[in-house]
Structure formats: C-alpha cells, structure tokens
C-alpha cells in the first residue's frame, strides 16, 4: 500500500533531481549538487523505510532521520539559492515543500512517541 506522504516525498526527490539537471556543472555548484540529491532522496527512501518497520520504536528513529535529511536539505537550497542567481522562484517552490515535509515528519515523531 503506497501511503500519501510516499507519494509526496518521492515527487519532491523527482523534482530536486530535475532542477539538479538544470544547473549549471561549475566547481562551485557540483559539491552542493551532490550533496543535496542525496539528502533529498534520503528523506523519502526513510520514509518508505519508516513505512515497513517492525517496531513502533522503528519507525519513530527512522522518521526523525526524515527530518534530519530535510532539515539537511534546506541548508543545501539556501546555500544553492546563494551561490547561483537563476531559477529563485523554483528554489523558494523547493524550500516551501522541503520546509512543510519537516513539519510533517516534526508532527509524526512527536505523536509517536
């Protein structure tokens, strides 16, 4: 069963890999690519994660890595958003969804322990 929030965090994984092609491949721009593909992705691959553990402990641990990695992913937009002047309108759309995904996974954790 694919659950709403899987759903979500595996569009937003899509359209940070889409805006990733589009940037421009310069030693500045490349290390903050890479990191933030892989904190953006980790976010939904824990919460598919999340959604088969054993235990309700589980869970709850694999949920805060959730938010770990989204908090992880504002830091590296903000950085991206300073270093490169194009595309602000869909850095702030990437902000506003990673930053809505953290409250939501705050929410969970909280109400699962």
Not at 78 to 95: C, G, N, T
Request: proline content about 2%; glycine content about 2%; aromatic content about 8%.
């Amino acid at each position: 069963m694919q659950y709403p929030l899987e759903k979500r965090t595996i569009e937003f994984s899509k359209k940070i890999i889409t805006f990733c092609k589009k940037q421009e491949k310069n030693t500045l721009l490349r290390p903050l690519i890479q990191q933030i593909i892989r904190s953006a992705t980790s976010v939904g691959a824990n919460y598919y994660e999340a959604n088969g553990a054993s235990s309700r402990k589980e869970f709850r641990q694999k949920i805060l890595i959730c938010k770990k990695e989204a908090l992880e992913t504002k830091y590296w937009l903000e950085l991206i958003a300073h270093a490169e002047d194009a595309h602000r309108e869909e850095l702030r759309s990437l902000w506003k969804e990673v930053h809505e995904l953290t409250l939501i996974f705050s929410k969970i954790a909280k109400s699962s322990e």
